[in-house]
């Protein structure tokens, strides 16, 4: 079955235009109601497995048929839980929104599912700039609009984890102006559930190390990701390590993926202004506790960029982000307060019972005789 027939099995109301793209995990169609030709919406298509080779995978390791069935299947239902769980923000300005999620057996027996996203249209930021340049006041505006989206996503614990050009969409059609709107949440996952041992997905070039080093991980991925797509776009539409140039090899994204894992700070954006570069490396820093601690932070210092104001951070280990240090922290002064009040205290108060000293007695000056030459 094609995936147009897919779609029609999922919603025989609806009838596909066209192929919009592709990316890593799918396709995604142009859709047209049949009864409502203004109503338009986009439908993702996204096989599971996602090729041939991971079901020979799962053979080579000794799974049965039964067993590999059934890890596709649960596999589907997750991705669906996802994707479906971001309903909750349909209609909210900065959420690309999703309007109904099916799981499609495959025909004939088939191993695996099919998963059909159908969601509003829009313009993907890909295409929305091929034709224009960013002035830095419109990169930090899509900052700050991307960075309410997490402010939303990071209180309800879910991470987006994928965040990149490909993953913004434009309304350029709102009365209130350009709406930058976050999408495929695809990757999402609760906060509570990461660990470790979780597989890697996700776009490689704008991933945080901890991710791609199999290490626990928090909101901070989704603040660096971030950082890494506004740098993009004030550097040429280089990554960072990238040379100068049009082209680039394998060994070059490999060499720039390289330096990123081994800590190197990221060097300046070629058309960033010192203020930006400031918050661009504190957002891209190797080390999480570096980072800003949430989106709202992120966004504090976007806007006072955008106002013209100075930034100043202090790069150390962000220890205060501990709970238990910061209670300590306070404690230990209001003891200190406390000491030097007790302290100053028990001064004045020994200083008042105190006898005079002695006063010293005075020295007679010695009288000087003069004596003149002429005194008989």
């Known amino acids: 079955m094609d995936e147009a027939s897919l779609i029609s099995k999922a919603w025989p109301d609806w009838t596909t235009v066209q192929l919009i793209g592709q990316g890593t995990y799918g396709t995604v169609y142009h859709v047209r109601h049949r009864d409502v ?37 649960k596999m589907a239902e997750d991705w669906s839980r996802e994707i479906l769980m971001m309903k909750k ?15 499609i057996d495959r025909e004939d027996g088939q191993i695996g599912k099919w998963i059909l996203i159908r969601m509003e249209k829009l313009k993907s930021f890909i295409s929305y700039i091929s034709d224009k340049t960013l002035t830095e006041k419109e990169v930090i505006e ?15 614990g879910i991470l987006h984890r994928d965040i990149k050009l490909d993953n913004i969409f434009v309304n350029d059609r709102s009365t209130s102006g350009i709406l930058y709107k976050l999408g495929d949440f695809g990757t999402s996952r609760k906060i509570e559930n990461v660990t470790s041992s979780l597989s890697i997905k996700g776009a490689l070039a704008y991933m945080a190390p901890e991710i791609i080093q199999g290490k626990a991980y928090d909101q901070r991925v989704d603040i660096y990701s971030l950082g890494i797509t506004l740098y993009k776009l004030m550097n040429c539409n280089r990554l960072p390590f990238l040379p100068a140039r049009q082209l680039f090899t394998y060994e070059d994204h490999a060499v720039a993926l390289r330096m990123r894992l081994n800590g190197t700070p990221i060097p300046p954006a070629a058309n960033a202004s010192p203020e930006l570069q400031q918050v661009l490396s504190k957002a891209c820093a190797y080390e999480p506790s570096q980072r800003y601690r949430s989106a709202q932070e992120f966004a504090r210092d976007l806007e006072r960029v955008m106002a013209g104001k100075k930034i100043r951070h202090f790069h150390g280990p962000d220890f ?5 240090v910061r209670r300590l922290c306070i404690w230990l002064g209001v003891a200190a307060a406390a000491a030097c009040l007790i302290f100053g205290a028990m001064k004045l108060h020994g200083n008042r019972n105190q006898p005079a000293a002695p006063q010293p007695e005075e020295t007679p000056i010695p009288m000087l005789t003069v004596i003149r030459k002429d005194t008989p």
């Open 37 to 73: 030709a203004d109503l338009e919406a986009a439908v993702k298509v996204i096989p599971i497995p996602n090729s041939e080779s991971e079901i020979e995978s799962l053979r080579r390791e000794g799974f049965s048929e039964q067993d590999i069935n059934e890890y596709f299947r």
């Open 89 to 103: 923000y349909q209609g909210m300005s900065h959420f690309v929104s999703i309007e109904d999620c099916k799981i």
């Open 142 to 156: 899509l900052g700050l609009q991307i960075c309410q989206a997490l402010t939303v996503c990071h209180s309800d």
């Open 320 to 324: 205060m982000e501990n709970k238990n």
